[in-house]
Structure formats: C-alpha cells, structure tokens
C-alpha cells in the first residue's frame, strides 16, 4: 500500500511455519529428514508513520508479550556499516547476507541494545532474541543503502505456539526479512510503485530472505540446520541431511491434517542424548531403525510428488494410503527409539480407532501429533475424533500441510 500523499508505504507479508514429517532422531545421524510448511502462519505489517519526535521504530510482538521503541539517531547511523567477512574483498550489499561478518555485526548490535536499554539483560529471553533479531535485520539491509528511513510501525503477529517444534522463530525471521526487502524495493523505485507493489518474491529474492532468516537462527539457536527458515521461506516439503545445504522440493501439496499439541512440555536436547545413550548399548539395532527411517523419508518423496503432480492416472486413494503406511511405520520406529509417550500413545490408539494414520512430529516425548486426514474421509469421523482429543485434555486445529511459503499480503 502506498500513500502518494505522504509519501508514505505499507507493506504485509506472511509465512508459514513448518513440521517434521520423517527423519525425526535419525537426521543427527546422517539420514534423511523431510520438513513441511504448515497452514497456520506468522504475519507482519510494517507501515511508515510521522513522527512529531526523533525518528523511531515501534515494535509490537503480542506473542512474546513485547512492545519496544528503537530510537533513529544518530547512534544507530554506526550500526548502517555492515561489513563483508575478513576474506571477502568489495562492499557489503543487502542481497549478500551469507558474506556478512555476522558475528561483528551482532556485536555492534548488542552494544546498541545495552546503550538503548540497560535493563536488555533482564528481559525474557524471546524478547531479547526477538529485538536482536530486529535490529541486526533492519541495520544490515537497509545499511548498505543510502534510502532514509522514516519511523516505522511494525506489529508482528502469529497462529503457531512459541517453542513448540513448529518452526515460530524461523516464520518470524522469514516474515520480517522478507517485509524489509519488500519496504526496501518499493522505497528504491517509488517512482514506479504499482509495478513493484503487486510483484510477489522471486526466487532470487526468496533465496536472500531465507539467507537472513538464517542469520536470525543463528541469533537464536546457534547452530541451526536451515532447515527451518528454508521451509517457512520456500513453504512445500524440503529435505535435509546433516552437512548438506537444505533442498526445496517442488511438491504442491495440500494435506489436511489434525495438528494436536500434548500439552506435554519436552526438551529436545535430552531426548536426542537419550537416543545415543540406549544407541550406545544397542548400535546394530539402533542404526538399523535409522537406515528404516530414512527409506521412509526417501520413499515419502515419491508418493508427495506423485501426489503433488495432478496427473489423471494417478491413483490418490492408493497413494494416501501409502502416505498412511509411511507415517504409521514411523511412528513405531521412533516409539523403538524411546522417544514417544502416553499422550502421543493415546492420540495414536484415539486416531488408528477410526482408521486414520497418526504419528509424533519433532523431537517427541510430547509436543505434537499429526492425524493424516485422506481426501474421502467423511467430516463425521474428523469431528468425532476431535470431540475426543478435546475431551481428553489436547489442543487440536485442524490445517494442512504442504502450502506456500513467504507471501505479500494485498
């Protein structure tokens, strides 16, 4: 949106977030992992406003429970020098974020912070990473410009749930680099605003933002795999194996599924070390289920882009229950692992009753299940099973999986 008036702009983007469809566990030992982009979605919306003071950003995350002013004064100009990496000759540029020196610039960032906020050490940790996130963006893309900045209004809203295993800090990452650039483009050829307003990412474009939102996993996670901010920027499935750079799979796909949280709080770090421990004792047998996990994963390929290609001859009662197979064999095989629990036990013996395919996604010991709802499925066997889940305490939203990525929102 543009206001010729004031000369001011309004941009709107939203991304999904994702699952783990197969490769949970075995993807830390060398297997294949599948992602998938998940219907319910973070957005953004950061407006251009006038300012009667000095210039600023007002930030607005409900989600983390964040309201935040971010002067524009001249301190900040310092943070507009981002720098290529020490063995990198030329001048950084915003389409660059993989050649950033990223740990001097998250150190300048950090200085700022602690100069505009003494009490940042203090804040919850969601709400620290959230405003490093912010200001490294902002200061690394719009830093190698010369474009002025007027102050910003931006609210960052979304559906999934912070720290579940649904990839809610990569959709945020994806969301506000991909509202910077889109701001950055439409301020850099106002001249021609309506032909750059209507014009979605491109998949150069796509790439860079999911570049930076890497950069912000960086910020939050230390060593991500990528698979998130490539799955919440591209949407579709990716796979991934460890020491291997993420690869978007074009599958247009539009699974319905029951997404159903636990309720059941689990940490990701102890189960993986659980995994080793009982490997440790068991290797054969455990390597075994890691070599079955990943025939999975590479078996799940096909069918999605057998599903995914619209041909008439393709059979899609016989590939939904292929489909089925799969997560059902998966589901046992992490269960041999150690790493299910009742609940998930409970949402799967629930689903398997009414003939419906259900398996753990994530690190498990709680978290997430995913029912597989095929498209004959009548809705009174859905809302029978949900009324059920509800009854026993779960969370369950109804979504699918397999939908687009980064969006422009008209």
């Known amino acids: 949106m543009f206001n010729g008036m004031d000369n001011m702009f309004t941009v709107s983007v ?4 994702k699952v783990i469809l197969h490769g949970e566990h075995a993807v830390v030992y060398g297997k294949t992992a599948l992602a998938v982009s998940l219907g319910l979605r973070s957005s953004i919306v950061v407006k251009e406003v006038n300012s009667i003071k000095e210039p600023a950003v007002y930030i ?17 100009k310092a943070l507009f ?32 912070l602690h ?15 959230s405003l490093r996130v912010f200001l490294y963006m902002f200061s690394g893309i719009f830093g190698s410009t010369d474009i002025r900045v007027k102050s910003l209004d931006i609210s960052i ?15 945020f990452a994806v969301c506000l680099a991909g509202a910077l650039i889109q701001l950055l483009k439409l301020k850099s050829h106002s001249s021609n605003y309506d032909a750059y307003y209507d014009e979605d990412f491109s998949m150069t474009e796509k790439e860079i933002i999911s570049e930076w939102a890497y950069n912000g996993e960086r910020i939050m996670h230390g060593t991500p795999s990528g698979i998130d901010n490539v799955s919440c920027t591209f949407g579709s499935v990716v796979s991934y194996k460890k020491g291997h750079k993420p690869r978007y799979i074009d599958a247009r796909l539009d699974l319905r599924i029951l997404l159903v949280d636990t309720r059941v709080q689990r940490e990701t ?13 068991n290797t054969a047998a455990i390597d075994h289920i890691m070599e079955a ?11 999605l882009l057998k599903l995914s290609s619209g041909k008439c001859d393709t059979d899609v009662e016989s590939d939904y229950q292929h489909l089925a197979e799969l997560w059902e064999m998966n589901h046992w095989l992490l269960g041999a692992l150690g790493v299910s629990h009742p609940s998930l036990e409970t949402i799967h013996a629930a689903a398997r009753a009414r003939g419906l395919a259900c398996k753990l996604t994530g690190a498990g010991g709680g978290g997430y299940a995913m029912v597989l709802i095929p498209p004959s499925t009548p809705r009174s066997t859905v809302d ?24 422009l929102e008209m």
Request: aromatic share 4%; with cysteine; hydrophobic share 35%.
């Open 293 to 303: 996990c990943d025939h999975l994963a590479n078996t799940a390929i096909q069918v």
């Open 157 to 171: 809203g979304t559906e999934l749930t912070i720290g579940a295993g649904t990839g809610s800090s990569a959709s």
């Open 269 to 281: 770090r102890a189960l993986v070390m659980k995994v080793a421990t009982v490997r440790q004792r």
């Open 81 to 112: 020098c981002p720098r290529l990496l020490q063995d990198i000759s030329g001048k950084f540029s915003w389409k660059m974020p993989d050649k950033l020196d990223h740990d001097q610039h998250l150190r300048r960032v950090e200085e700022f």
């Open 60 to 76: 607005h995350m409900p989600s983390v429970e964040l309201q935040e002013t971010i002067p524009l004064t001249p301190t900040i």
């Open 384 to 407: 029978g099973l949900t009324g059920q889940l509800l009854e026993l305490g779960f969370r369950v939203t109804e979504t699918r999986l397999g939908g687009p990525g980064v969006s």
């Open 14 to 17: 939203s991304a999904p977030g």
């Open 115 to 129: 100069i505009i906020k003494p009490n940042f050490d203090v804040l919850p940790s969601n709400q620290k990473n």
